[in-house]
């Protein structure tokens, strides 16, 4: 019998968390570090997340279940980027408390519209100014950390660093503090809401973001075509979707040494997410304006929540 299962009810917590912010301030990074393995996938370039994801995190008689959203920003001139938002701020409907990450003392416009949304989201708000570990002058805080209190009085303001994991214990006791009392929505030992086929879609993705972020923003998606076990070996066969010809040839690369590299680097990250053999094949597909198209979004799995 697990721990949280012999803990009484009446002892038990349970609630939703969102994780938001502007693009790259860190928040797929300190959802990570906080469940102690990678779910969300990150990198260096803005809008890395696309969808909404659940981390969940079973601890003693408390469950945490952490809502990890696309950054919100003001540019959202298509779909994909309108789609991201409202996820993002939909989350803020149904949660018990918000994690609103910021970068450092650095405020932006995007920042100011996530206040926005948070300020209405009428449950308690958590402040984290996360990546304090690359400033050298840790007195430079002071004035942002005035700043917040005064923008959100009601708020708490937790200092970090997701990367290198430094005050996340009082992160989490501050968020387990403020959780409802109540039976657990999970089973202790589930650690998301989503398929393995959608995880391994992700890290794919990732791989293509991280190599070529700047040829290839977001206008690359994934679809998973075979999901099937064979013997020891799991056989997966995907599809990434471009908008041009040109994406398509950057991806590919020169005699597919680019596609062949991402393709090498995901199945690594996949065998080690699923614990297993995997044989990982990659086509490139040009599917023109997917990503200003609501119909085509939703075909390939950008619901709204």
Same mark, same amino acid.
């Given at each position: 019998?697990?721990?949280?299962v012999?803990?009484p009810?009446a ?8 994780i938001?912010? %502007?693009p790259?301030?860190?928040?797929s ?12 996938i ?20 408390t ?5 990890d ?6 540019n959202?001139?298509?779909a ?9 701020k939909?989350a803020?409907?149904d ?12 405020w932006?416009?995007d920042?100011e ?5 948070? %300020?209405n989201?009428?449950v308690?708000?958590i402040?984290?100014?996360?990546k ?9 805080l =002071?004035p942002?950390l005035?700043k ?13 660093s ?7 214990e ?5 968020i387990?503090?403020k959780?409802p009392?109540g039976p657990?929505?999970?089973?202790d ?8 086929r959608?995880?391994v879609?992700e890290i794919? %993705?990732?791989?293509i ?10 206008a ?10 064979v013997?020891k ?6 599809l990434?979707l471009?908008e041009r ?6 991806i ?7 596609l ?5 680097e995901?199945?690594l990250?996949?065998e080690?997410?699923l ?5 990982l ?18 075909? =390939? ?5």
């Amino acid at each position: 019998m697990t721990e949280s299962v012999a803990e009484p009810q009446a002892k038990l917590r349970c609630g939703y968390v969102a994780i938001v912010g %502007r693009p790259n301030v860190g928040k797929s990074t300190l959802l990570n570090y906080i469940l102690g393995q990678k779910l969300s996938i990150t990198s260096r370039k803005p809008q890395t997340t696309q969808h909404t994801l659940l981390g969940i995190k079973s601890v003693g008689s408390t469950q945490t279940i952490y809502v990890d959203t696309p950054g919100i920003h003001g540019n959202a001139k298509k779909a994909i980027n309108r789609h991201m938002n409202r996820n993002a701020k939909n989350a803020l409907r149904d949660v018990d408390v918000v994690v609103f990450v910021t970068d450092r003392t650095e405020w932006q416009s995007d920042d100011e519209i996530t206040a926005a949304a948070v %300020r209405n989201s009428k449950v308690p708000v958590i402040i984290v100014i996360n990546k304090i570990d690359l400033l050298k002058d840790k007195s430079l805080l =002071l004035p942002q950390l005035a700043k917040l209190q005064a923008l959100m009085p009601g708020a708490d303001i937790v200092p970090l660093s997701a990367m290198q994991g430094d005050n996340l214990e009082k992160l989490e006791s501050i968020i387990t503090d403020k959780l409802p009392k109540g039976p657990f929505m999970f089973p202790d030992d589930q650690i998301t809401d989503r398929s393995e086929r959608f995880l391994v879609a992700e890290i794919i %993705r990732e791989k293509i973001v991280r190599q070529l972020g700047e040829e290839i923003p977001y206008a690359a998606t994934i679809q998973i075509e075979r999901f099937t076990t064979v013997g020891k070996i799991l056989h997966i066969d995907a599809l990434v979707l471009v908008e041009r010809d040109g994406q398509k040839a950057i991806i590919i690369g020169k005699s597919g040494d680019r596609l062949k590299r991402i393709g090498t680097e995901a199945r690594l990250d996949i065998e080690e997410l699923l614990g297993q053999k995997v044989m990982l094949k990659l086509w490139v597909k040009v599917k023109s304006g997917w990503s200003d198209d609501e119909r085509a979004l939703k075909s =390939l799995g950008y619901d709204d929540v």
